[in-house]
C-alpha cells in the first residue's frame, strides 16, 4: 500500500462539477492499493498519517501532528500509484489490487482514520476526480506499509 501525502491548508475533491469532499487544514492523502496489500497495511498507514508529526509548532519545527492542530484527512483513491513506469513509455499496473480489493481496502484504510477521531473526507472510488489543494510549504510524503518496504 502506497500514499503520497501532502500538508495542505485547504484541499477539495470534485465529482461531476460537485464537491464531495473537503477539508481545511489538515492532510491530503492520495492512496494506492496493491496486490497482496491487507487490512493490516491499511491499519499501519493509517495510524502512521494520523500520528505523524509534519505540522509547526510555536518554534517553527515540525513537531505536531494531524491530531494536535485538529486538521482533517481527505482521503483519495489513487490507483495510479501501482503504476511501474520503469519499461517502455506506458506504465503498467500488473501489481495494482483488483477494484473490488482495491476500494475494499481503500474503504478500510478511512473507516480506520475515522476511528482515530480525525474527521475525514472521501473521493468517490473509481471516479473520475479533480482535486483541487493548496499545499502547505510545501510538505509532501510518500509512505509505503511497512510489508511493501520489506518490514
Excluded at 125 to 147: C, R, W, Y
Aim: hydrophobic letters at 40%; charged letters at 25%; proline letters at 4%.
Amino acid at each position: 500500500m502506497k500514499a503520497v501525502i501532502q500538508r495542505v491548508s485547504e484541499a477539495r475533491v470534485v465529482v461531476d462539477g460537485e464537491t464531495v469532499g473537503a477539508i481545511g487544514r489538515g492532510i491530503l492523502v492520495l492512496l494506492g492499493v496493491e496486490k497482496g496489500d491487507t487490512e493490516r497495511d491499511a491499519a499501519w498507514l493509517a495510524e502512521k498519517i494520523a500520528g505523524l508529526r509534519i505540522f509547526e509548532d510555536e518554534a517553527g519545527k515540525m513537531n505536531l501532528s494531524v491530531r494536535e492542530v485538529a486538521g482533517g484527512i481527505l482521503a483519495v483513491s489513487q490507483f495510479t500509484l501501482a503504476g511501474n513506469c520503469a519499461k517502455g513509455r506506458r506504465p503498467s499496473f500488473d501489481t495494482a489490487a483488483p477494484p473490488d480489493e482495491g476500494k475494499r481496502l481503500y474503504d478500510c484504510f478511512t473507516d480506520f482514520v475515522r476511528e482515530t477521531g480525525i474527521p475525514t473526507a472521501t473521493g468517490i472510488f473509481q471516479a473520475d476526480m479533480k482535486v483541487h489543494l493548496v499545499n502547505d510549504g510545501p510538505v509532501t510524503f510518500i509512505l509505503e506499509s511497512p510489508k511493501a518496504i520489506g518490514g
